[in-house]
């Protein structure tokens, strides 16, 4: 269990520090680099997934490897077929909606701690994601 919290820990950090960019890098379409860019992180999740598992001799690596191809299949799905495309992005315009009522809910909420403004992203990161995520389980 300790371990566990110390990686969630480590995860924690390194996303905090690797969202620190407010600039947007120009895409510059598939490149060898990216592919093996995400594979590398296909393969972190998994060996991370891996190492706190509590039963390693259980792992169906089939089953993994299943999933990363059905996972390709979708992504490609999405990329290159635009009905999939249509559905893809109805579904993320209804999630933004969504999202915008946390917005709400957020700064009735918080506004009393001062003027309602989110300052910095790292002062005020668990007032704007923690009614993100209540939101979404009352829901489910």
């Known amino acids: ?10 995860m924690t950090l390194c996303g905090i520090l690797s969202a620190q960019s407010d600039t947007v890098v120009e895409s510059t379409g598939l490149t060898i680099i990216g592919a093996l860019r995400g594979m590398l992180g296909m393969l972190v999740i998994i060996g991370i997934a891996w190492l706190i598992s509590s039963n390693r001799k259980a792992v169906k690596w089939s089953m993994v490897a299943k999933g990363l191809g059905l996972q390709l299949v979708l992504a490609l799905c999405i990329l290159h077929i ?16 969504v999202l915008s009522f946390t917005e709400a809910g957020t700064e ?14 790292l002062v005020n990161f668990a007032i704007t994601i923690l ?6 389980s009352a829901l489910t």
């Open 1 to 10: 269990m300790k371990r566990i919290a110390m990686l969630l820990a480590f």
């Open 108 to 121: 009735f909420l918080f506004s009393s701690m001062d003027t309602g403004v989110i300052e910095s992203p």
């Open 82 to 97: 635009p009905f999939i495309q249509t559905v893809f992005e109805y579904v993320g315009r209804a999630f933004v909606k």
């Open 131 to 136: 009614p993100t995520i209540i939101f979404f």
